[in-house]
């Protein structure tokens, strides 16, 4: 038996390597033959950099940024020293979990911090980095990182601009004269399922705004400051990208992504999959076992069981999900690729107490897993 693991972390619970490792060891307990192979997941979201470099004996970084609102924080991002590629998760600079519930505020905060992330990388000498770029508390259409990177924005009176989205209502002049060359050497890719235009009613402000902190009228007031900044950009960039799936993708950095550096979108959990050589992996295995936090309608939306399933379909090899519940309409998994779903809790239990007891729940739903399997394989 080949049994393929590869499954995103369990939110507030488990990361993907620690599922995986669970998985495994249920498995084990009917099957301490078969071979499993481990190769823990993510979508672009947070845990990514960890699935990565687990998977590829990579190398974790640290470096010191600005936050959202300006205070220090301590960032990791992943490095792959064979191919000179960085992995960049934008959240763990200027992530929503970096600001308290009353601190936050899409008006002032800032992606500075992720365009030090990536200047980090450069001097690593990256020739491709991947921007992981779910979890943002930012509205700022990418400027604050492109500052960071030597970009210059400033107002009627030749001041630079300060943070933040609101700030960017009154750009007058952006400057490209100190950005950083190095960037134009390098591949980049972002990591994302997000689609959305940087404006308008399904963009960054009104789609994402109000959980950074914006109220009605701030929404209204960020959408127009995005919009004057693309009309800003694109007077000194070949291209206007405002309208491209994407460009709304945390606050609007896909946007400065997409214009300023030339970034590829790719769906989060092909990246990683691409990364961590899934595809090899799955190549003549007899089962693969996926799963996540919550399996419902939303994972549809290329989230890790989703990728992973479709590549196991082109293989014809079946896939199981493991999840921390069972949402609404994860039933439409059938028709992508998923054979079978279940849910970690045995009986009544409250999300605190499934959360502590992930590992063995995890355990035991495997070894359920496999004894069916094996019962079913002796009777067929």
């Known amino acids: 038996m080949k049994i393929i693991i590869a499954p995103d972390s369990f939110k507030d619970s488990l990361s993907a390597e620690g599922v995986a490792q669970a998985i495994a060891e249920g498995l084990a307990q009917v099957w301490p033959d078969a071979q499993l192979i481990q190769c823990p997941m993510a979508d672009g979201g947070e845990g990514t950099v960890d699935s990565v470099l687990a998977a590829c004996n990579g190398e974790l970084r640290h470096h010191s940024v600005r936050g959202p609102l300006g205070a220090a924080v301590d960032a990791h991002w992943g490095w792959l020293a064979d191919s000179h590629t960085a992995i960049i998760e934008m959240a763990e600079a200027s992530g929503l979990q970096l600001v308290p519930p009353g601190q936050r505020d899409a008006c002032k905060t800032t992606t500075y911090g992720t365009g030090e992330l990536i200047r980090a990388a450069l001097d690593a000498g990256a020739q491709r980095i ?7 508390a930012t509205n700022d259409g990418g400027a604050g990182a492109m500052q960071a990177l030597g970009a210059q924005l400033f107002d009627a009176e030749h001041q630079a601009l300060p943070a933040g ?3 960017l209502a009154r750009l007058a002049q952006i400057s490209l004269e100190h950005l950083d060359p190095r960037l134009a050497q390098v591949r980049f890719e972002i990591a994302a399922d997000v689609n959305n235009p ?8 009104a789609i994402f705004g109000p959980q950074k902190g914006a109220n009605p009228e701030q929404v209204q007031l960020l959408d127009a400051a995005l919009r004057h900044f693309a009309d800003h950009c694109a007077k000194v960039l070949p291209k206007d990208v405002r309208d491209e799936p994407g460009s709304g993708a945390a606050g609007g950095l896909g946007f400065a992504a997409k214009a300023f550096l030339g970034a590829q979108f790719r769906a989060g959990v092909e990246v990683v999959a691409e990364l961590v050589g899934l595809d090899a992996a799955v190549r003549g295995a007899d089962l693969v076992i996926t799963g996540e936090g919550r399996f419902d309608a939303q994972t549809l939306r290329g989230k890790t069981p989703f990728g992973v399933a479709r590549i196991a379909q082109q293989h014809n090899v079946p896939v199981i999900v493991i999840a921390g519940t069972l949402g609404e309409g ?14 970690l809790p045995s009986g009544p239990m409250s999300l605190e107490q499934a959360c502590s007891e992930a590992p063995r729940l995890l355990r035991e739903r495997a070894s359920d897993i496999a004894r069916v399997w094996r019962l079913a394989s002796s009777k067929g």
Request: contains cysteine; charged residues 5%; hydrophobic residues 45%.
């Open 130 to 136: 991947i921007l992981a770029i779910g979890g943002s």
């Open 165 to 167: 989205g609101l700030a």
């Open 198 to 205: 940087l404006c308008g009613p399904h963009g960054a402000s």
């Open 330 to 343: 994860y039933e439409q998994m059938y028709a992508h690729g998923v054979d079978a779903a279940f849910a």
